[in-house]
């Protein structure tokens, strides 16, 4: 609450300092804010504040999780199918290799 009121004090210095236009603020929006707290009964801000806090806590696990699935499906891939790419690809030039030798070899 200590910083509420140091934060509306400093808000409170910055709109004074500004012009208006039509005329003064009465409070400000911190204020205003801080008056909501009150509109709501203790459960219900509790409630809020619990669900806030599981879908931030949600969202950083779904986050870890996605980003290491991302890591281990990717490595695998890797290490599991470049050998096969790279023999298969040895075995097709060894292959084309032996077709130009023969070509070579018969066309004379």
Request: glycine share 4%; with cysteine; charged share 20%.
């Given at each position: 609450?200590g910083?509420?009121k140091?934060?509306?004090?400093?808000?409170?210095?910055v709109v004074?300092t500004?012009?208006?236009?039509?005329e003064e603020?009465?409070?400000t929006y911190m204020?205003?804010?801080?008056?909501l707290?009150?509109?709501?009964?203790?459960?219900v801000r509790?409630g809020?504040s619990l669900v806030?806090?599981?879908?931030?806590?949600?969202?950083?696990?779904l986050y870890?999780?996605?980003?290491?699935?991302?890591w281990?499906t990717t490595?695998s891939?890797?290490?599991l199918?470049?050998?096969?790419a790279?023999?298969?690809?040895?075995?097709q030039?060894?292959?084309?290799?032996?077709?130009?030798?023969?070509?070579?070899l018969f066309a004379?």
């Amino acid at each position: 609450v200590g910083h509420l009121k140091f934060f509306c004090n400093i808000y409170k210095a910055v709109v004074s300092t500004q012009s208006t236009g039509d005329e003064e603020l009465e409070e400000t929006y911190m204020e205003r804010l801080i008056g909501l707290k009150e509109m709501f009964p203790p459960t219900v801000r509790t409630g809020g504040s619990l669900v806030a806090n599981t879908t931030k806590s949600s969202s950083f696990w779904l986050y870890n999780f996605v980003r290491s699935a991302i890591w281990i499906t990717t490595t695998s891939a890797i290490i599991l199918a470049l050998p096969v790419a790279i023999e298969v690809t040895q075995i097709q030039a060894a292959d084309e290799m032996k077709k130009v030798r023969q070509e070579k070899l018969f066309a004379k």
